[in-house]
């Protein structure tokens, strides 16, 4: 007599899971059957314990919580409430309506998903809701997952598609390529607005603090006592970034970290199309186009007192300071540590500058002082530096103060 037996999990130890033997009886031998029938009893039982064993341990494909998101969810429970309400909408997404829905337009084909026969995918409305509620928050993902009645690992990878379609879609319209006429334009709004001639925007740098990433060690260790990746802007006259440079070790030299980033490069390979010298005043002598920053930058900047430069040239350079503080203030994910690797943080980053960007215009939102001074745990300046000046940028500098103080 032949039986056929299936080996699952329980006997795997002994005999490879999933293995199927035969088993030959000797049905001559009546103490022989018995034996062999006792054995085939316990390789049953075995079955059936395995059996109820992995029914308890199966996962459900969503969770039962997740599959009411299309009833209860935040997003289709809360938001069109707020629709009614333009404020509080703005409060919630930190853009109007008519913002959200360009936006959304914009990024739609890169965030797009089919359904399938197991379930229905979440709309590109949703995604971009989950990904602007992140940013405005700074919720962990399992917190926004649980409002959204999203799986957790989806709320992550929502924001991080939904970012990189941000950047690449909204980047080049809200930050294009710098050309000599837009330098002079910022040039003009920085003569108008802050009274400070042949500017074409002021530059700083910010420690953005994450948690330690794995096996980093001290690469971004600062000098804070956090681990961090640096930001290096360049910023107009109105706030707005107009060139960047973000993922820095927040343990290199402020010096390092200008002279290898793109900024710097092009700055010195005289490729961002800077105009040509223009005189400060009418029929004076032609002047470079200059960039202000503060002690971290080796800027040239000499230390014989004249209140009336100092006093411009710190209004001028103060821009840069409040574009990062509206950007915290909008965006307070960056209001404390971001718990995920570097290369999630440069994407995160690289999207909220665009938004922000595109949002300078919306006079909605309105930071107050207060929401301007950040705190420890947001955005960290730069070490200042100890380096020497340039010769000709001390004479550059000199006549600079001639000019304005007359």
């Known amino acids: 007599m032949l039986y056929h037996i299936t080996v699952f999990s329980r006997l795997s130890t002994i005999i490879p899971k999933g293995c199927v033997f035969l088993i030959k009886m000797d049905c001559g031998s009546s103490s ?142 809200v930050m294009p390529p710098p050309t000599e006429e837009m330098w002079k334009n910022v040039a003009a709004k920085y003569k108008k607005m802050w009274h400070f001639p042949n500017c074409i925007g002021a530059i700083d740098g910010k420690h953005i603090n994450i948690q330690c990433p794995i096996n980093a060690g001290s690469t971004y260790y600062n000098y804070k006592g956090s681990h961090s990746v640096v930001l290096l802007a360049l910023v107009d006259a109105d706030y707005k970034f107009i060139a960047m ?36 005043t009418e029929n004076g002598d032609p002047q470079p186009y200059v960039i202000v920053g503060d002690e971290a930058f080796p800027i040239k900047r000499d230390n014989e007192p004249n209140k009336i430069f100092n006093y411009r040239l710190s209004r001028a350079r103060r821009v840069v300071e409040n574009a990062f503080g509206i950007l915290a203030a909008r965006w307070r994910c960056f209001r404390g540590h971001l718990e995920v690797q570097p ?10 500058c665009c938004l922000h960007n595109m949002l300078c215009a919306d006079n909605v939102f309105e930071p107050d002082n207060e929401s301007l001074q950040l705190p420890e745990a947001a955005v960290l300046n730069l070490d200042p530096l100890r380096r020497n000046s340039t010769r000709e940028a001390f004479q550059v500098e000199r006549v600079r103060k001639g000019r304005i103080h007359s």
């Open 32 to 173: 022989s059957s018995s034996g062999w029938e006792e054995e085939l009893e316990a390789v049953a039982a075995f079955v059936v314990l395995d059996e109820e064993e992995n029914k308890t341990k199966t996962r459900e494909w969503v969770h039962a919580i997740n599959k009411k998101r299309e009833t209860l969810g935040e997003f289709h429970r809360l938001v069109p409430e707020l629709k009614k309400d333009t404020k509080r909408y703005h409060m919630y997404f930190r853009m109007t309506m008519e913002e959200f829905d360009f936006l959304h337009e914009l990024i739609k084909p890169d965030i797009y998903k089919q359904n399938t026969q197991f379930r229905r995918a979440v709309s590109t409305e949703e995604r971009l809701a989950v990904c602007l509620r992140f940013l405005a928050t700074g919720n962990s993902f399992r917190s926004i997952g649980f409002n959204y009645r999203l799986g957790f690992s989806t709320v992550r990878e929502i924001v991080k598609e939904v970012c990189d379609a941000i950047w690449n879609r909204l980047g080049p319209i």
């Open 245 to 280: 440079d973000v993922g820095s070790y927040g343990r290199n030299s402020d010096g390092g970290i200008f002279s290898q980033s793109v900024i710097g490069q092009k700055l010195n390979n005289k490729t961002l199309n800077v105009p040509e010298p223009a005189p400060l």
């Open 343 to 352: 290369e999630f943080v440069d994407k995160i980053v690289l999207a909220s």
